[in-house]
């Protein structure tokens, strides 16, 4: 799982408004924080911080690889740092990552993952394996899988 949300990074996280209506917001910045926590930088997320700070705090953040139509769903608390020890640390952790300028952060956004379970595509329904549905996807969008260097 941690494979996954690693080579990912883009999830999208669902969460609850006041009203009861459903909120999906995709977050480019969807990391691994510990075993037991995923972690995103609130950055153009008014709604989603809104609704877990009006005291929904439970959201769904679903990782999904698009070529492998495979990935997870993760069900849990979630909590909103600002200017503490989590928020400077998280500011952090994503400008090591990928360079985001502490600056551009709102938030972080900590979620205890109390659940979680695969997501496989019903493209696998018929049998066919994991390279062939990569292969089906690649084809589709007209790619090409570049090696990883080890």
Not at 98 to 111: D, F, H, K, Y
């Amino acid at each position: 799982m941690q494979r996954v949300v690693g080579e990912q990074r883009l999830g999208y996280v669902a969460s609850v408004c006041p009203d009861g209506t459903p909120n999906l917001s995709p977050k480019g910045t969807v990391a691994v924080w510990d075993d037991e926590h995923l972690v995103f930088a609130a950055i153009h997320s008014p709604q989603t911080v809104a609704n877990i700070e009006a005291g929904t705090s439970v959201v769904e953040i679903n990782v999904v690889d698009p070529i492998r139509r495979k990935g997870y769903r993760f069900k849990g608390p979630a909590s909103v740092h600002r200017d503490d020890p989590t928020y400077e640390a998280g500011t952090r952790f994503f400008h090591a990552r990928s360079g985001l300028e502490p600056s551009r952060i709102n938030a972080v956004v900590l979620v205890r993952v109390e659940h979680a379970a695969p997501l496989t595509s019903p493209a696998y329904d018929d049998g066919s394996t994991e390279d062939v549905v990569e292969a089906r996807s690649l084809q589709l969008y007209g790619l090409t899988r570049v090696p990883r260097s080890p």
